[in-house]
């Protein structure tokens, strides 16, 4: 069985432009979570999505948005990237039972630097 | 959401038995303790999630006193790959949303 995939790996933004990031969870899973992992932060959560609906969110400025497709993958863009945002940023996927999210399937993440 | 509190770093060698000890003192009556394993530049991984008592699985086992307010994960017989970041986490049951990290106990293993 596959696990997330995140694509890409690594990416390097100049400070203004966007990014958009993808995440493939594992089959059978529709919750599709982001986080934010940086040295100063720690892992942030960013949002939750599940059946295409945002269900959870952190604090997060707007500049920070996802969707969800109906095959479950999911995409965050961040605008307007400061520097900031350089970061490991983590999709994570999780089978919902009566409601419940089970343990999070993490991907190998995504790492963002912007100059 | 209840803060959590574990030692920053740990030293161990390999062969011996790691307890990473976390602190909960407002867990919620219908919270869970999850433990997570992180390596650089990768994912968490899900170790062992329990509610009280005791839970046991392959890789490690999870020690919860009556009053809740604290967990110990034991790895047993650590090796050199158990060299990680492990996070305690609180929340909601199955332990796969909205997750809350604290900082987390960065455990190094030696021969």
């Known amino acids: 069985k596959a696990g997330v995939t995140q694509t890409p790996r690594y990416l390097i933004k100049t400070r203004g432009q966007q990014v958009t990031l993808s995440c493939s969870p594992i089959?059978?899973?529709?919750?599709v979570s982001w986080y934010q992992q940086t040295p100063g932060q720690g892992l942030q959560f960013l949002f939750e999505y599940f059946s295409e609906t945002q269900r959870n969110k952190g604090n997060f400025p707007g500049r920070f948005s996802g969707r969800q497709f109906s095959n479950s993958r999911s995409e965050m863009n961040v605008s307007t990237l400061e520097l900031g945002d350089s970061a490991l940023y983590l999709c994570?996927?999780?089978?919902?039972?009566?409601?419940?999210?089970?343990?999070?399937?993490f991907g190998q993440g995504t790492r963002l630097t912007v100059v | 959401l209840a803060k959590t509190t574990q030692p920053i770093s740990m030293d161990s060698y390999e062969g011996q038995e790691v307890n990473i000890t976390c602190s909960h003192n407002?867990?919620?009556?219908?919270?869970?303790i999850t433990w997570y394993q992180q390596f650089p530049s990768q994912g968490p991984r899900f170790i062992i999630q329990?509610?009280?008592t005791k839970v046991t699985n392959e890789v490690a086992s999870l020690f919860i006193p009556a009053d809740r307010k604290s967990s110990t994960l034991s790895l047993p017989r650590v090796s050199l790959s158990d060299t990680a970041v492990y996070y305690c986490l609180v929340g909601g049951a199955g332990g796969g949303n909205k997750l809350t990290f604290g900082t987390g106990t960065q455990l190094k293993v030696e021969l």
């Open positions: 329990g509610y009280k």
């Open positions: 089959s059978g899973h529709r919750s």
């Open positions: 407002n867990i919620a009556t219908n919270d869970y």
């Open positions: 994570a996927s999780s089978f919902v039972q009566r409601g419940v999210n089970t343990e999070a399937f």
